[in-house]
């Protein structure tokens, strides 16, 4: 059998198997791991074909996952490809077509078969889209894998580029602060991450402009409610000076990544805590100038780098969120001194997780509007998110 079948075949079992209940990337490292005989090579053409698959989103739903894995690698290439010049020789000379040109390939091959196979059906739910966003264009960033973003903190600047380029290491300055890499770029051997620079996402980076408008106000007492891994608390803490910082999150262990990565960043005044924000009896007493809210949300605005939850998503979870979102924001608005800003932020592309919550935020908590904004990250190979920074009316107004 030719080592391409074999690849075939062994992407179907994997995705066969998978349930979506974990991120594919580890679930692949799982079966790698417990599965030896497979090479360097081989792990990457079956990875490879897998992400292929799963970048088709909600598109080709009826076709065998043998097919639907030369659809999608087809779809995803713009260069020739050796595994599909074996299997597909007819489609590898058309690889330079756009998107939607190659559906129509499929679909005419196809005998009109499947009437899901269109650029559109990738991702059906352009209804519930934030009204800014290019649909087309966002359905196309799904067949592109987007790139790694470093952002070089102060004073580092120098010190990281150079490295780099000692390092041979191919990239791409977009600002003082901001360099993209191929996304399987490996620098966590060339540089200090966290303390030289931290890996964040193009999109994530363009917060610091919303941060830039809370400086004016100086803002001293800050607090990361959702921190995560605390990327947004180490570029808020970049950004503002003097700052007095609070991190929480509902899960623990992810605060113990955070810590590691603060140590590495040189953060060592802040203070962690463990809070159900979204809880109905949260009760939490203290006051902030700033209150950072990267809310837990689908996470749409990344599936380019994780298209395993495009395929696995159900619409019914737009509304969960949104529920969720809402309680954390009114759990943490009481805790906003008077004047203090909210930066409310998201890395979804639903109205419903976007504009509708920040109207909420307007009209039933009475906060005032500062700035608000997509940060259309599928136009740069990057992530997609929503900003909104709002602030707690004076006593007086």
Same mark, same amino acid.
């Given at each position: 059998? =030719? ?10 079992? $994997? @995705? ?16 790698? *791991? ?7 090579? /081989? ?5 490879? &074909? ?27 290439? =713009? ?13 590898? *000379? ?11 390939? @499929? ?5 009109? @078969? ?25 359905? *196309?960033?799904?067949? #592109? ?6 952002? !070089? ?10 490295? $780099?380029?000692?390092?041979? #290491? ?20 060339? #540089? %200090? ?7 964040? +996402? ?46 929480? +999150?509902?899960?623990? %262990? ?20 463990? &809070? ?15 209150? #950072?809210? +990267? ?18 998503? +159900? ?7 949104? =529920? ?11 805790? !906003? ?19 509708? @919550? ?10 005032? &509007? ?12 990057? /992530? ?14």
């Amino acid at each position: 059998m =030719s080592r391409y079948y074999s690849y075939i075949n062994t992407a179907a079992l $994997l @995705i066969n198997q998978y349930s979506g209940k974990e991120l594919f990337n580890l679930y692949l490292k799982n079966y790698f *791991s417990a599965n030896k005989k497979y090479g360097s090579k /081989d792990r990457k053409q079956i990875s490879h &074909l897998c992400y292929c698959f799963f970048r088709l989103g909600k598109s080709l739903k009826e076709m065998k996952t043998e097919e639907r894995l030369l659809a999608g690698l087809f779809l995803c290439s =713009s260069d020739s490809n050796e595994l599909l010049a074996y299997m597909k020789p007819e489609w590898n *000379s058309k690889v330079f077509l756009t998107a939607k040109e190659k559906f129509e390939i @499929i679909f005419s091959e196809a005998g009109e @078969i499947y009437t899901d196979s269109n650029l559109e059906s990738i991702f059906p739910w352009e209804k519930e889209l934030s009204p800014e966003i290019d649909f087309n264009f966002f359905c *196309s960033s799904f067949l #592109i894998q987007p790139d790694l973003f470093l952002r !070089l903190r102060p004073g580092m600047e120098m010190i990281v580029k150079q490295k $780099l380029k000692q390092a041979a #290491i191919e990239c791409t300055n977009l600002s003082e602060s901001c360099i993209s890499l191929p996304n399987t770029s490996k620098v966590d051997t060339i #540089i %200090n991450l966290d303390n030289e620079a931290v890996i964040q +996402d193009y999109s994530s980076q363009q917060v610091g402009s919303f941060l830039q408008m809370v400086k004016k106000g100086s803002p001293y007492k800050v607090w990361d409610c959702c921190a995560a891994s605390g990327g947004k608390a180490i570029l808020a803490n970049d950004i503002l000076e003097n700052i007095e910082l609070t991190v929480s +999150d509902v899960r623990e %262990n992810i605060l113990f990544n955070l810590k590691k990565r603060f140590s590495a960043a040189g953060i060592k005044n802040y203070t962690s805590k463990v &809070l159900n924000i979204g809880s109905e009896d949260f009760n939490y007493k203290d006051e902030f100038d700033l209150v #950072i809210a +990267d809310v837990p949300c689908s996470g749409s605005g990344t599936w380019s780098r994780t298209p395993e939850q495009l395929f696995y998503f +159900d619409e019914k979870k737009i509304n969960e969120f949104s =529920s969720l979102q809402k309680k954390i924001i009114k759990n943490v608005i009481p805790n !906003l001194k008077a004047g203090g800003f909210l930066l409310y932020i998201t890395c979804s592309v639903f109205k419903k997780e976007n504009e509708e @919550i920040a109207a909420f935020i307007q009209e039933e908590l009475k906060q005032n &509007l500062i700035a608000i904004k997509i940060l259309e990250g599928f136009t740069k190979k990057a /992530d997609t998110m929503f900003v909104a920074l709002l602030q707690k009316p004076l006593l007086s107004d």
